[in-house]
T-cell receptor, first 114, second 113 residues
Framework: DTEVTQTPKHLVMGMTNKKSLKCEQH?????MYWYKQKAKKPPELMFV???????INESVPSRFSPECPNSSLLNLHLHALQPEDSALYLC?????????????FGNGTRLTVT | GNSVTQMEGPVTLSEEAFLTINCTYT??????LFWYVQYPGEGLQLLLK?????DKGSNKGFEATYRKETTSFHLEKGSVQVSDSAVYFC????????????FGQGTILTVHP
């Protein structure tokens, strides 16, 4: 079982909807990540939070809005998405956020935008 | 910038065959290297890692050695099982990068009984 929990597992939303993806970890990790993965491709980094502060935003469109309420929780708020945003959204955490601290991934939320 | 190149897939093997998946990298500093595995319908799981030159990472019969002179981190397993069928990603991370991973394109492995 993964130690990073993501909800929901599947989400279908229209282009005018607002929804949120949630991620939780209880390993005491201080860095949390959002990745986007299209079919048959490697994950692409979207955001990094380190000690609850946004450290990296990989030029992600503003229709994706991350939030880190505390060190265990990470949300991704979605608004006015496009069909090309359909993908697997993966949350991950790492102990320190340094390069040699491996990432622990959740099983993802499979998002379909209609 | 950093980059990771993996051998083209897919790779199809019979059970108990020997597996090698090649991985080479380009990095400006001294990266840590990782192999992640993704089973169908799941997220990525860390398979093994190495943080400095000549380190050997190993787990579940898989192993890979960090070769700085050839900038490589090839994945090997002596005898694959059907349950090893998955997508394998080689990745690197630099020390000051907030753990940002640079991934290879992934190699699909299918093992037949």
């Amino acid at each position: 079982d993964t130690e990073v929990t993501q909800t929901p597992k599947h989400l279908v939303m229209g282009m005018t909807n607002k929804k949120s993806l949630k991620c939780e970890q209880h390993m005491g990790h201080r860095a949390m990540y959002w990745y986007k993965q299209k079919a048959k491709k490697p994950p692409e980094l979207m955001f990094v939070y380190s000690y609850e502060k946004l450290s990296i935003n990989e030029s992600v469109p503003s229709r994706f809005s991350p939030e880190c309420p505390n060190s265990s929780l990470l949300n991704l708020h979605l608004h006015a998405l496009q069909p090309e945003d359909s993908a697997l959204y993966l949350c991950a955490s790492s102990r320190t956020g340094t390069g040699n601290s491996p990432l622990h991934f959740g099983n993802g939320t499979r998002l379909t935008v209609t | 910038g950093n980059s990771v190149t993996q051998m083209e897939g897919p790779v199809t093997l019979s059970e108990e065959a020997f597996l090698t998946i090649n991985c080479t990298y380009t990095a400006t500093g001294y990266p840590s290297l990782f192999w992640y595995v993704q089973y169908p319908g799941e997220g990525l799981q860390l398979l093994l890692k190495a943080t400095k030159a000549d380190d050997k990472g190993s787990n579940k019969g898989f192993e890979a050695t960090y070769r700085k002179e050839t900038t490589s981190f090839h994945l090997e397993k002596g005898s694959v099982q059907v349950s090893d069928s998955a997508v394998y990603f080689c990745a690197l991370s630099e020390g000051t990068s907030y753990g940002k991973l640079t991934f290879g394109q992934g190699t699909i492995l299918t093992v037949h009984p």
